[in-house]
């Protein structure tokens, strides 16, 4: 949330503050204001897609300096969509915002868009530095705001609201909050603050009394809006009986709207008496009791007045506790998703789009820096989307019920060692940042090899995934007669926010919601690989921890339009290498899962360097590459996708390192320097080590590109529905029109790669 023009009228005045040494506390952190803070204040990179890296690496110094201050963070994040939908007019008109700055970036104009995998990666470097977290069902600020209370112990975030609620351990501004600069003797180290209380903004207005600041939020404007009646109120205000008169301060400066509000209202002892003016001045029953629970602006300014109010105990005290189980404040969503994915919600593993799409049907996708003359990016990965929409929200038939039948009971005789679907997720994310490190080696083998399903459960399932599929009688999706079933997306159309109707179509080997916790991995394996179109044989010699990137390569191939081309594709696989390479560096990283006997790490760092020489520097004058910038901004949006998918999975495979696998300015000095002459192989010289794991990424992408299944529910035939808006030069047919018989011309899919330049566009 946010109250108008409250963060500029009290940070301008220091006598709200108190100048703090702050260590040796719990601190309850702001997860969303936090990563937007550190993002757009700390100069990161926007234009080109993000440097996720660099970002993962600020936020693993911003911990370590509040373990050194013995200060505890929980941090806390926003869901979803408020269901009541009040603050959904505020979100559109954001979004519509960003859609405009992004094409202002792509420009070379001023503008700032987070990167689409910025909290993803948010979430997976806490996970791995073991901070405790929790995703709320919604808007997250009152349960912050309840947990501080609870705890006695200071916010921080970067939210005008906390200059609202009461909280007797404080509010620290973001904006005051000095990290960096740590201070005190190394046994005492302290982070300088600023720490804000309602007791010091009340004192300075005559003791006011702090009840009714909620009410000043109302009438000043929040995210949920102004009542209209309330303009109407703050007209027909005496402000010269307060204040010094006319509207200014006894120094004969004007006052603020705020101010002017705080003024009037310290006039007031109570709440009760404020409202009895209010309906007085709009003319209101007086019967309507001393809190405005009848009708009229008396009324909405109470009801509005609630969003501050603190009661009770806090429900994710017990969370933090240890008891992992759903708090019943966060009900309202949450349970109406299977236990399991309620779980993987409130750790932060199960993206809040993906209850949007469960509970509201509705779903707002992230602008990013492309070429707006093209489709939106989110197009390319549409299909991924519908099978999610159809998995979340396609109900069994009462005939065919999830689970029963002999094709499950073969699957369970070849899997007696599975056990029934736990909530141990949070072990294949910490996989995948750990490059696959830990639990004996359970990356997959070499070529000819059963696929090794990630061992959720503690135990390894050998057999293929086709094996797996064949076995079960996984229920089919219902029969064309049922009533199709659409989610509401809000995507770019040019630089305009559009809302969209997309149809769900969930996978054919349908996989219910219901039945999602009891799904053995190798299933969930299946109906992942199915949606993104590829053969578990293709990604055999492929690190567990990279083959959900290969796959989603892949697709990209298939799927983005303009077709990516080959330096485009090569450009990415080096930045992966780039990745693993400086991972593997670290300190503690194996090499088992790679089959290298023994590294020269000095001829690797080198290949390090040069691959790092290769960026896109800060300031150069060269515009950005929107042909590149499109194409990459796709693959984005169809890892984004993919995530989502795998996580509503529970995490059939393990997420990759994001921090490390993706670099803006690395994949467009590349393909600049690609398209400058330089042989891809050549930036890898001498490094034995990046030139066969270059290699076997770049073969098994090719591979992956191919279409696996043909007539599954993400096939042409289903993704043509609804995918030519927006487009150029495509005709009636969408992709559908294209895909038959595709598949057989693969082998020699660079030949037919169109040229980079084309789309090339600079203006």
């Known amino acids: 949330m946010g109250v108008q023009g409250l963060t500029t009228y009290v940070e301008g005045n220091k006598y709200f503050f108190q100048d703090v040494k702050f260590r040796d506390s719990r601190l309850v952190i702001d997860g969303c204001s936090l990563y937007y803070r550190l993002y757009f204040n700390s100069g990161l990179e926007q234009q080109h897609g993000g440097d996720y890296s660099e970002f993962a690496c600020l936020l693993t110094q911003f911990f370590s300096a509040l373990a050194t201050c013995n200060i505890q963070p929980y941090v806390v994040l926003d869901g979803g969509i408020d269901p009541s939908d009040k603050k959904f007019s505020t979100l559109r008109q954001r979004l519509q915002s960003k859609i405009k700055e992004a094409g202002n970036l792509s420009h070379g104009r001023n503008g700032s868009v987070l990167p689409i995998l910025t909290r993803n990666v948010f979430i997976q470097v806490l996970l791995e530095q073991g901070v405790p977290l929790a995703q709320c069902s919604a808007e997250a ?17 970067n939210d005008s609201d906390f200059y609202i609620f009461d909280l007797p351990g404080g509010y620290l501004p973001l904006r ?14 302290y982070i300088s603050a600023r720490c804000y209380t309602t007791n010091s903004l009340c004192r300075l207005f005559g003791g006011m009394n702090h009840e009714l600041l909620p009410l000043c939020a109302v009438l000043t404007g929040n995210d949920y809006g102004v009542p209209k009646e309330a303009e109407t109120l703050l007209a027909l205000v005496d402000f010269s009986a307060v204040g010094g008169g006319g509207g200014r301060r006894k120094g004969g400066a004007p006052m603020s709207r705020v101010e002017g509000i705080l003024l009037w209202l310290s006039t007031f002892s109570s709440v009760a ?6 309906s007085k001045l709009m ?27 603190i009661k009770g105990r806090s429900s994710l005290a017990r969370w933090f506790s240890g008891v992992k189980a759903v708090p019943g404040g966060q009900t309202s969503r949450l349970a109406q998703l299977p236990e399991c994915l309620s779980l993987a919600a409130m750790q932060g593993l199960l993206h809040p789009s993906v209850v949007d799409a469960f ?8 602008p990013q820096v492309e070429n707006s003359k093209l489709a939106s990016s989110h197009c390319s990965s549409r299909a991924i989307r519908q099978a999610l929409y159809g998995i979340l929200l396609q109900r069994p038939q009462d005939n065919i019920t999830q689970g029963r039948g002999g094709g499950a009971q073969v699957v369970k005789g070849l899997q007696d060692e599975v056990q029934t679907q736990g909530m141990r997720v949070q072990e294949n994310v910490r996989q995948g940042m750990r490059g696959g490190r830990g639990r004996g080696g359970r ?26 599929a064949g076995a079960a009688t996984v229920q089919a999706q219902s029969s064309s007669s049922s009533t199709p079933i659409y989610v509401e997306e809000y995507d770019r159309v040019d630089l305009n926010l559009k809302k969209i109707q997309i149809e769900a179509h969930p996978p054919r080997n349908h996989l219910h919601l219901d039945g999602l916790g009891q799904a053995p991995v190798a299933v969930r394996l299946n ?3 199915e949606v993104l179109g590829v053969k578990d044989s293709a990604l055999a010699p492929v690190p567990l921890h990279l083959q959900l990137a290969v796959a989603v390569t892949g697709f990209w191939l298939r799927e983005a339009v303009p077709t990516p081309s080959q330096l485009q594709l090569q450009a990415l696989v080096l930045s992966i290498v780039y990745g693993e390479l400086f991972l593997k560096h670290q300190p503690g990283a194996t090499q088992h899962q790679h089959h290298v006997p023994q590294i020269n790490w000095a001829a690797e760092r080198k290949v390090l360097e040069g691959l790092n020489r290769q960026r896109v520097r800060p300031g150069e004058r060269q515009g950005v590459n929107l042909g590149a910038a499109h194409s990459f901004s796709q693959w984005q949006a169809c890892l984004w996708s993919a995530l989502c998918l795998n996580q509503l999975l529970l995490l059939p495979l393990p997420e990759p390192n994001l921090s490390w696998l993706f670099s803006g300015t690395l994949v467009h000095g590349l393909v600049r320097s690609l398209k400058g002459g330089r042989a891809a192989e050549s930036l890898l010289s001498g490094g034995s080590f990046a030139v066969q794991l270059y290699s076997s990424l770049l073969d098994a992408v090719r591979k992956c590109s191919t279409k696996a299944n043909p007539s599954s529910a993400a096939s042409g035939r289903k993704r043509g529905r609804g995918r030519g808006r927006g487009r150029r030069g495509r005709g009636g047919g969408g992709r559908g029109a294209q895909a038959g018989g595709r598949d057989d011309e693969m082998n020699n899919r660079f030949s037919l790669l169109m040229s980079e330049e084309e789309y090339d566009d600079d203006d």
């Open 141 to 157: 600020d009152w349960e912050i705001a309840c947990l501080a209370h609870q705890w006695n112990c200071p916010v921080l975030t």
């Open 176 to 189: 005051f909050f000095h990290w960096t600069n740590l201070n005190g003797k190394a046994s005492h180290r």
């Open 273 to 278: 008496m404020a409202l009895d003016e209010v």
């Open 283 to 309: 003319g209101e029953d007086s019967g309507r009791g001393k809190r405005g629970q009848k009708g009229g602006l008396s009324s909405q300014l109470w009801a509005g007045m609630q969003e501050y109010h």
């Open 359 to 366: 509970v509201m049907q509705r779903v707002l996708l992230s």
């Open 443 to 468: 990356g997959s083998g070499g070529r000819g090899q059963g696929h090794i399903v990630p061992a959720q459960q503690g135990v390894n399932v050998a057999f293929s995934t086709e094996q797996a």
């Open 527 to 529: 109906v992942l690989f």
